[in-house]
């Protein structure tokens, strides 16, 4: 389980993209997203890197 604090996350439209980025890269990651938070934590095959680099290309870089 991969968790990330995604800063520019604020409302219902950047949970969808962030689950919609994360599953067109890996239909069978479970996304978990805590809107309030500001965190995604995401079960799944794919390298934490690339998951990260998947998250910033959706326009939602991970905070370092």
Do not use: W
């Amino acid at each position: 389980m991969h968790e990330f604090k995604l800063p520019d996350m604020s409302c219902g439209h950047c949970l969808a993209a962030v689950t919609a980025a994360v599953k067109e890269a890996d239909g069978q990651a479970d996304v978990k997203v805590d809107l309030a938070q500001r965190t995604v934590k995401v079960e799944s095959g794919l390298s934490r890197e690339a998951l990260a680099d998947v998250l910033s290309e959706a326009g939602y870089p991970p905070a370092a």
